[in-house]
């Protein structure tokens, strides 16, 4: 079947500049993760959505992050106001269930590389 | 959140077996311990998880010590498609804690 998607898979914008990031998970599943993975560093957690509401954004650096999953389906990230820091792989995961025994099962990711 | 500490980078040749370390000697009772692995260019994917008792899967075995303080992820015969990202990662029954915590895992390479 078809695994999470992520598009696009490559993103390049000038400082300053807003970014849409968009996730699709797994059919059915209801949690939904972003992740962001900086060169030779693990993922690091950004946002947890079960169903369309933000369970968790603990992770979101400051307020220029947004998340929303709408529909409880297909997730955008939004950047507003990009910085050079903010250049990564920005992963998305979904899961059928949560709990300490469910298996999350990523997409291929989107770079996006801030000039 | 309890901490897990591994190589940074092992080889093997292929067809071989791999035993990755893992200590996590802060581990608590209820914390399950995670294996996932990231091939180069793309997402990470799960590999394999336990809790108390040695675990079997088709892509890999988990032994975990007796105290629950370290665990070793073994591959049984490594191929060059094994060569990736190894993390260790645990997971709490605690309220909202579905995120996963990566570190920085261990790099193996597998030569021909």
């Known amino acids: 079947g078809a695994g999470v998607s992520q598009t696009p898979s490559n993103k390049v914008t000038e400082k300053g500049k807003y970014v849409e990031l968009r996730c699709d998970p797994i059919s059915g599943h209801t949690a939904l993760y972003w992740y962001r993975q900086s060169l030779g560093q693990g993922p690091e957690f950004l946002i947890y959505?079960?169903?369309?509401?933000?369970?968790?954004d603990s992770g979101l650096p400051n307020d220029r992050f947004f998340a929303v999953r709408p529909e409880g389906s297909v997730s955008t990230l939004k950047i507003q106001r990009t910085e050079r820091g903010d250049s990564a792989v920005y992963l998305c995961?979904?899961?059928?269930?949560?709990?300490?025994?469910?298996?999350?099962?990523f997409g291929p990711g989107t770079r996006l590389t801030v000039l | 959140d309890a901490k897990t500490t591994q190589p940074n980078s092992m080889e093997s040749n292929e067809e071989e077996p791999v035993h990755l370390p893992c200590n996590h000697s802060t581990i608590s009772g209820t914390d399950y311990i995670h294996w996932y692995r990231q091939l180069p260019s793309q997402g990470p994917e799960y590999v394999i998880h336990g809790l108390t008792s040695n675990v079997n899967n088709r892509m890999a075995s988990l032994a975990i010590a007796e105290d629950r303080k370290s665990s070793t992820l073994i591959l049984h015969r490594a191929t060059l498609r094994d060569a990736a990202v190894y993390y260790c990662?645990?997971?709490?029954?605690?309220?909202?804690?579905?995120?996963?915590?990566f570190g920085t895992g261990t790099r193996l390479q597998v030569f021909p």
């Open positions: 990662i645990l997971r709490s029954r605690s309220y909202n804690t579905d995120k996963l915590i």
């Open positions: 995961a979904s899961s059928s269930r949560t709990g300490p025994t469910d298996t999350q099962y």
């Open positions: 959505f079960q169903g369309t509401g933000a369970a968790d």
